[in-house]
């Protein structure tokens, strides 16, 4: 959702909203997820096909349950979001474990679920045989370094200076170390794109990962059974930009799965992504307040929303479209910094940005902030986390996570022996204060 006219809500329906939870919150578009899951399974009818939701892009487990019932199956990097896919009633080979650096006790409760291991490194292998045992299908993260080059601003850099993935010769070496040691089902996956709005990436992906299947089940004499082409797929965020062709994508992965596949024993291979931005971020917003105005340098206007409500802007200067809202018809003839209150100078939600005159108490929707929106939230200068809500397809808002309050964010200094435990006295988890 990049363009004003995009939004799910009307101005009527927030201020409705902003009489009982008072802004900052995010909200979300139930129909808008459930009708997006649909439309990437049926551009992948003709394939074994499953998305794994990135559960770190939204990790609201009213969200997530949205994705499963619509056929995702859980992308987890954490134990949190390992219990999350645990309460939802998802196990098995319905979960990705992909992670770094990974501490045993989230390798243990992987296994636990049956999760398939995706192993980030081969130094991985006896870690993860100590600590949780050698599971009974496991899959290898692969870099292709210098051998695949990404699109400046991709957040996850060049493959060669990132640190994630085995090389292509650790490559080998690990699926041959995991044969040798009994393992008999196996799945290849790879990252590179982040944000990626052009589908000729994901058509590139997947032919070298079918190049790589073919090789290395002809050199070792394993079996494939999956094909993870990692997600990545970008969302338009500014109102020029288009989203990613899902069916000419789709079409250009067939022709090579096709190609390189079909005949050689290989047909049966699912293929598997692991998108959260595309399944979530467009139909999410950071709905906030103006409370200030500033006339210095510059034109500021500063809202009760915060970095700590979403980072994306101050930590990548990444563009957030913003609708001002009631006058998504005027001219934008006044140029802003619209800002929040951190002691940070990068707590800019927009620089230079033509709006309309935006007035104290006007509401401001910052768009995309379905994704790595909440989920990044912090506490820094004591800021609180806000609530979410989701607008219900029969077009009811619903409280899906209330807002922190003080005692949340003095709750862990009540420990045994503190003497700050009744820092914060009282319970009522409606206040802010």
């Known amino acids: 959702m990049n363009k004003d006219s995009d939004l799910f809500f009307t101005k009527k329906q927030i201020d409705g909203i902003m009489a009982r939870y008072p802004t900052p919150f995010h909200i979300y578009d139930e129909d808008g997820i459930r009708k997006n899951a649909r439309k990437l399974n049926a551009a992948f009818g003709w394939a074994d096909f499953r998305n794994h939701f990135a559960v770190k892009a939204c990790p609201n487990p009213n969200i997530v349950r949205i994705l499963v ?12 979001e390992l219990l999350i896919a645990e309460a939802l009633g998802v196990s098995g080979d319905k979960i990705m474990f992909t992670s770094n650096d990974t501490p045993a006790l989230e390798f243990k409760k992987a296994v636990e679920l049956g999760a398939i291991i995706n192993l980030d490194d081969i130094t991985h292998i006896p870690f993860l045989e100590e600590h949780a045992g050698i599971p009974d299908v496991i899959c290898f993260r692969y870099n292709p370094g210098k051998l695949r080059k990404t699109l400046d601003g991709n957040v996850i850099g060049k493959p060669e200076d990132a640190k994630y993935g085995l090389t292509r ?13 009994g393992v008999k089902r196996f799945g290849l996956h790879t990252m590179i794109a982040s944000n990626e709005l052009d589908y000729r990436a994901f058509i590139e992906t997947a032919s070298m990962l079918f190049d790589l299947v073919l090789e290395i089940s002809k050199k070792l004499k394993i079996r494939f059974e999956f094909v993870n082409l990692g997600g990545g797929i970008g969302i ?38 692991e998108n959260g931005r595309m399944m979530t ?76 005159k935006i007035d104290i108490g006007d509401v401001l929707a910052i768009h995309n902030a379905g994704a790595h929106g909440h989920a990044m939230g912090f506490n820094y200068n004591g800021k609180l986390r806000s609530a979410e809500l989701l607008i219900k397809q029969n077009g009811e808002a619903e409280l899906i996570r209330r807002a922190e309050t003080a005692h949340d964010y003095f709750a862990t200094l009540n420990y045994p022996g503190s003497p700050f435990k009744d820092f914060v006295k009282g319970n009522d988890q409606n206040s802010r204060l």
């Open 169 to 181: 010769e650790q490559l080998f070496e690990g699926y041959k170390i995991m044969r040798d040691k």
């Open 236 to 273: 338009p965020y500014r109102p020029e930009q288009t989203p990613a062709d899902l069916d000419k994508m789709s079409a250009g992965i067939r022709h090579e799965f096709e190609e390189k596949l079909n005949g050689k024993g290989m047909d049966h291979i699912k293929l598997f992504m």
């Open 69 to 80: 019932e619509e056929g995702n199956g859980l992308d987890c990097s954490s134990l949190p």
């Open 281 to 356: 971020g467009p139909f999410g917003y950071l709905i906030t307040r103006a409370i200030h105005e500033k006339h210095t340098f510059k034109e500021y206007i500063g809202v009760d929303a915060s970095m700590a409500n979403l980072m994306r802007p101050g930590m990548y200067g990444a563009y957030h479209h913003i609708t001002v809202l009631g006058k998504e018809n005027l001219p934008k003839d006044h140029k802003y910094d619209v800002v929040g209150s951190l002691c940070e100078n990068n707590d800019k939600f927009a620089i230079d940005r033509m709006l309309p």
